[in-house]
Nanobody
Framework: QVSLVESGGDLVQAGGSLSLSCAAV????????MAWYRQAPGKQRDLVAR???????NYVDAVKGRFTISRDNAENTVYLQMNSLKPEDTAVYYC?????????WGQGTQDTVSS
């Protein structure tokens, strides 16, 4: 069982920045595909960014050039740096950990961007 502890969610004005963290307990982020998803009220949970164990990254078009996903294997933590935030980025952000058939989710952290 892997537990994912997210932090960094906050209320910020449009144009501002936030940095989310996801610390893994019981599993190594170095061997996993890690991702951030988000879910806005009344909408489905969608992929935001992903980093593979080879450190390949991909992003949804809406955040390209603004968000950066990274991983610190020594800290066993994955980060999502979010810049130039927009009101439409408002959502609960979830960390995801995948190794083979194993798939774990964090509890989510609320990010709110005011206009």
């Amino acid at each position: 069982q892997v537990s994912l502890v997210e932090s960094g969610g906050d209320l910020v004005q449009a144009g501002g920045s936030l940095s989310l963290s996801c610390a893994a307990v019981g599993g190594s982020v170095a061997v996993a595909t890690m991702a951030w998803y988000r879910q806005a009220p009344g909408k489905q949970r969608d992929l935001v960014a992903r980093i593979t164990l080879d450190s390949d990254t991909n992003y949804v078009d809406a955040v390209k050039g603004r968000f950066t996903i990274s991983r610190d294997n020594a800290e066993n933590t994955v980060y999502l740096q979010m810049n130039s935030l927009k009101p439409e980025d408002t959502a609960v952000y979830y960390c995801n950990y995948v190794v083979g058939q194993y798939n774990f989710w964090g509890q989510g952290t609320q990010d709110t961007v005011s206009s």
